[in-house]
């Protein structure tokens, strides 16, 4: 059998990439890098790199940055609340979850933007567990019936109880790592367990250009202790954050994370480090940041092509569009970032169900993109030889009549080879006239609704669900805040 | 030179976004001890809406309307020690004291803000990122000033905006400053219900906001 080939997307010669890397070790080295964070800078002054304590600027080596490299792990293995099943991130895997830290979510009934309350982060949780081609959850909606404070520890409270599948999340402040490692904690039975096998990983941004502020410093210090993998997301905006070429954006992009990797194994040698990203193409008339934009997509693929030739897991935040209603521009953007993102390897794609830059999800969007996910994932499963010989054998004995349909060989593999959705439009013009003329958003909430009641919540066991109410009320109860709304 | 020539020159150097033109022929203009006010009235100011202009029927993008705005900033640098040497009064046409609050650390949409405001002849301090809320107080009490601008790119720091008018109001101070707000989270109902004067969307409407508030 001929092996099947896996269909790739570089957009970045070799020489180029070698010269980005250069180029990104000549600025840490002679410009430097802000770190406001007094453990990390103490941890470069101990690694023997130049660090001015008043400004916060360090100058890191690149021989410093290699030997740093050299100790992050090339695939990381993530585990699903249950410790039983794995995903690989590494190598040419691909595993999809949705956007995460939506300001507002789309009311399918009103068509309008609005706060999301406990409620929808519930749907948002099951809905996720049941869409099979989002294989990580990620803690996606800000409840606004919560007291801000506990904001970002809630959302994963909720995930952690209604899904089983690894999470994708981030701190808002620092006092939040810890009560959210211990929420993890609680899940596996102890730190060591989690340490072992990480169930969830931290998102750190640094702030372009070339920082890395307190907050996400020291969330990439309190994570690699924990063992927890964390995502570096450097995201440049062009021309206002960034150099405004995307070679130029790249290049920064790199020492960002060049950086952030620094940071992560002198915190904890070996710790895992997903060398990630959310930048974008700034659109110079409106001020926005345009996350369904070529250009966009473009820098994605180019750093993770780097993230790739450095040998580390990479991510990007793809598959997520900027319109503000499911339509024709939700679909395209989503589609290209979904197809782009899986022919460029990247191995944590995070955007599906987001609209609005970032700011928006929808339930009905996330049920779409499942299904470009699944498209985006055969794809990348190439085209296989699949019997052999391929075709001769069951042409013997051909004839004008000749049943393809009836065929053993049909029966075998139409399944593997072709995929049937369930919500993009198939149907002839009369049976879809028949149907009501449905546009798509409208059969994706069908489609919410029907995944919504017909499959009971999974649920985590009530003891650990005891455990994680306990940690969250103490930790609400220190900051002042007495009570919780009751989960459904 | 002429004036009027002069004028159009300088008007032309907004526009086009030449800084170091801009300042010399600032400089130019105190040098042959022209009305300083008038300068700027007709030089200066219709270059700044020109380029208004340009950006509102599209010609323009953010690069030339920053551009523009950063050469009226550094003419501004240049003419405004004279007036003050002179004791001429311009006619401010409001000042504004600006920041992102505390705990947030997104600055560019408040910089873009910050700079429009500017360039548009408002007087504007600029207190920065993560900025406590009693900082904004003070700094307006202290500069004497007619709004205070909050910037919030998250949904926990927005709580601060409401803070900062609940303090207002603990300290009597409320009808004294208007209080605007933005930032991606924030929109007019957020505005409405923790009573702020006004709300934009982005800097040009933000602009539009203020002159009408000042009455200009
Ligand atoms: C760039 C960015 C960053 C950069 C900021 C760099 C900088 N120097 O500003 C960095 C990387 C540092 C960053 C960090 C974080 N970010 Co951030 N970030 C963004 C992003 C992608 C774009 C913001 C931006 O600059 N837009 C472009 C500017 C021009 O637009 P603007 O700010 O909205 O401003 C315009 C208007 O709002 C208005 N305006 C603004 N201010 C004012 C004020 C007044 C008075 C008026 C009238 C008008 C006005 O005019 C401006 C010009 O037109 C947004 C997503 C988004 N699309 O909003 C997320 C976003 C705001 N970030 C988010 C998060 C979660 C974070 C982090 C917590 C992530 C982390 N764990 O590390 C940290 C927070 C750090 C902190 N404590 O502040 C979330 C917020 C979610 C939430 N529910 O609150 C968002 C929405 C992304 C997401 N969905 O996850 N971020």
New binding site residues.
Partial sequence: MIKTIRPKLELLSRRLIEKIIDEAYEILDKQGIFVENKEALKLFSQAGMKVDKKTHRVHLKRRLVEKCLATAPAVIKLYDRTGERDYTVGGDEVHFDPG????TILDHKTGEERKPETKDLVDFSRLTECLDNIHFQSTGL?SSDVPHPIADIYRLYIGLIYSRKPVVT???RVESFRPMKDLLAAVRGGNKELAAKPLAIF??????PLKW?N??TQ?LIDAARAGLPSEL?S?G?TGA?SLVTISGTLVQHVAENLCGVAIVQLAKKGAPVIFGG?P?SFDMRR???PMGAIETMMIDAGYAQIGKYLNLPTHAYMGLSDAKTNDAQAGLETGLGAVLGALAGVNVISGPGMLD???CQSLEKLVIDDEICGMAYRLIAGIAQREDPIATDKFEGFTPETQFLSMPHTKKWYRMEHSYPLIADRDTYDAWVALGRKPIAERASEHVEKILRSNPPALVEKDVRNELTRILTAYAKDNGIASLPALP | MKKEELFARIEKAIIEGRKSEAEDLAREAVKAKLDLTEVIEKGYVPGIQKVGDLWEKGDYFLPELITSAECMKAAMAVLQPELDKAKIQTRSRGKLV?GTVE????????N??ASMLSANGFDVVDLGADVKLEKFIEKAEETKADFI???A?????MLGQKKAIELLKQKNLCGKFKV??????ANQKWADEIGAD??????ML?VK?VKRLMGA
């Fill in positions: 995460s830290a939506a300001v800000i981030g701190t808002f998102d750190a941004c640094p702030s372009p502020s907050l996400t969330s997301i995201m905006m954050t959310s974008s001020g926005t940041t830059f970032e700011s | 600006i705990g947030d650390i997104h600055d560019i949409g408040k873009l803000v601008c909050l910037s790119l998250l949904t926990t720091t605007l707000v933005g930032g991606a989270p006004g709300y934009a969307e982005n800097a933000a906001m």
